[in-house]
């Protein structure tokens, strides 16, 4: 399958299977468009006629065009996809936890997908004894893999730090013996960020997400204290000197925005303008009748958005002061990954989250619906069944996606989405789809500027 597209003046075409990617001129755009379904003959004269050019000069281009094909750099076969099912039929091993180490959180933002805090339950906090056995339970359910991932989140994980402290320990204390190496992640509000936080999180932590919403106006509306103060004031500072004193450690900046920020570039900007080099903006998730929730609508206004923040990033590239936005991460060198075509995200069989009794859930965002509970910490996931539906959740598994140019870049989507969406974790969110396609598009043609014009200057 080809996609074409054109973008701030490139003419671009991705073959998706092999993710070859083609930077070209006008001609040659328009003679791979009618390739396929167009006599040669008829191609060749209307596309001569429409440029003003000899016959022999768009033969030459057709003859290119052709070598590409057989190369395998366009129109090129899927040869993975019938391998999908049978990878799934085999046994999996647990490479990631997410460690739901606090049930309760110090802020009441409004579009909390989690309740605030509480994912529809009642507060609370996990025991060390219970991190504990997640860590041993992930240790035993790995396999022969090595390095293994542990994020720390809630809620508000800070308001149980201590059992984070004590749980990182554990692991460095048994990981050279069972041949491991834990890699863990801290995602947190900032309300209780320390001088003692900095220092541990900095040293022991591979990552740490920080949310923020951008601008102080926007930030301040939804993600306030129970008092109904806004955070930006209290947390900016803390997060500046937790990435400063991070030394270039990995670390993301996590913002959300709604119908109140559709210009949510700004707040991607405001944070750049913070010092701040590692972001993200995420689009809320939200029930429909939500005054926060996103609206087919503006789809229009959120996909412009998209493109001014790439040209932006050009821009800062090309003055030598790039930033990273996570959605426009691609790996143009090696093509769409095979393992994540076959395996999907790892929900529900390679990752899966820990609640602070010990329950496991598929990610955070099935966790206190009893319909996803696979298990415990101590028993192991006991309802296979619904582990083997997740098995089955790839960049194959949607018939609605098998036309779809992206599908081996989302890897199959985010089955929370689509089961929130359309209450089928094989559905599709049609909204996110659009969303994605465009950043993916966004993505291409960044690295396409970037490749043609070199390194950015020093």
């Known amino acids: 399958m080809v996609h074409q597209y054109k973008l701030d003046g490139y003419n671009i075409v991705l073959d998706t299977a092999s993710g070859s990617v083609?930077?070209?001129?006008?001609?040659?755009?328009?003679?791979?468009?009618?390739?396929?379904?167009?006599?040669?003959?008829?191609?060749?004269?209307?596309?001569?006629?429409?440029?003003?050019?000899?016959?022999?000069?768009?033969?030459?281009?057709?003859?290119?065009?052709?070598?590409?094909?057989?190369?395998?750099?366009?129109?090129?076969?899927?040869?993975y996809e019938n391998l999908a099912y049978d990878f799934k039929a085999r046994p999996?091993?647990?490479?990631?936890?997410?460690?739901?180490?606090?049930?309760?959180?110090?802020?009441?933002?409004?579009?909390?997908?989690?309740?605030?805090?509480?994912?529809?339950?009642?507060?609370?906090?996990?025991?060390?004894?219970?991190?504990?056995?997640?860590?041993?339970?992930l240790v035993e359910k790995s396999g022969t893999r090595r390095n293994l991932e542990v994020d720390f989140f809630g809620g508000e994980p800070l308001m149980n730090w201590d059992v984070c402290k004590r749980l990182v320990e554990y692991a460095r204390s048994i990981e050279k013996d069972a041949g491991k190496n834990f890699r863990f992640t801290l995602t947190t509000n900032g309300m209780l960020i320390d001088d003692d936080v900095i220092d541990f999180a900095n040293r022991e932590m591979s990552n740490v997400v920080l949310s923020l919403d951008g601008r102080k106006e926007i930030h301040d509306r939804l993600?306030?204290?129970?008092?109904?103060?806004?955070?930006?004031?209290?947390?900016?500072?803390?997060?500046?000197?937790?990435?400063?004193?991070?030394?270039?450690?990995?670390?993301?900046?996590?913002?959300?925005?709604t119908r109140a920020n559709l210009d949510f570039t700004n707040d991607v900007f405001h944070m750049a303008d913070l010092g701040f080099t590692e972001l993200s903006m995420e689009p809320v998730v939200a029930a429909p009748g939500d005054p926060s929730a996103l609206r087919e609508e503006d789809l229009p206004v959120i996909k412009e958005q998209y493109e001014i923040l790439a040209r932006d990033m050009l821009r800062r590239w090309r003055e030598g002061h790039p930033i990273t936005f996570y959605h426009y991460m691609i790996d143009l060198e090696n093509g769409p990954c095979i393992y994540k075509r076959i395996t999907g995200c790892g929900s529900g069989t390679e990752y899966m989250a820990v609640t602070p009794w010990g329950e496991l859930f598929p990610c955070h965002q099935f966790v206190g619906d009893p319909k996803y509970s696979l298990g415990n910490v101590w028993d192991g996931v006991t309802n296979t069944e619904v582990r083997d539906q997740f098995k089955l959740i790839n960049a194959y598994a949607r018939p609605e996606c098998r036309d779809c140019w992206a599908r081996l870049y989302c890897s199959g989507g985010c089955a929370a989405n689509a089961y929130h969406a359309t209450g089928d974790i094989r559905g599709v969110y049609s909204f996110g789809c659009e969303l994605f396609k465009k950043r993916i598009e966004c993505a291409v043609m960044m690295q396409v500027v970037q490749s043609l014009e070199g390194e950015s200057p020093e």
Do not use: W
């Open 22 to 79: 083609h930077a070209v001129d006008d001609l040659a755009y328009d003679l791979i468009a009618g390739y396929k379904d167009t006599p040669e003959t008829e191609l060749i004269r209307d596309l001569a006629e429409k440029y003003g050019q000899p016959e022999s000069e768009v033969r030459e281009c057709l003859d290119d065009v052709r070598a590409l094909e057989e190369a395998g750099k366009l129109y090129s076969r899927d040869v």
């Open 223 to 257: 993600r306030v204290d129970y008092a109904g103060h806004g955070s930006y004031d209290r947390i900016v500072p803390k997060f500046q000197r937790l990435v400063e004193a991070r030394g270039g450690k990995n670390y993301y900046m996590r913002g959300t925005f």
């Open 92 to 137: 999996t091993v647990v490479k990631a936890l997410c460690l739901h180490v606090a049930h309760t959180c110090n802020l009441n933002c409004s579009y909390c997908f989690a309740s605030q805090g509480k994912y529809h339950g009642e507060r609370a906090l996990m025991s060390f004894e219970v991190g504990k056995r997640a860590l041993d339970f």
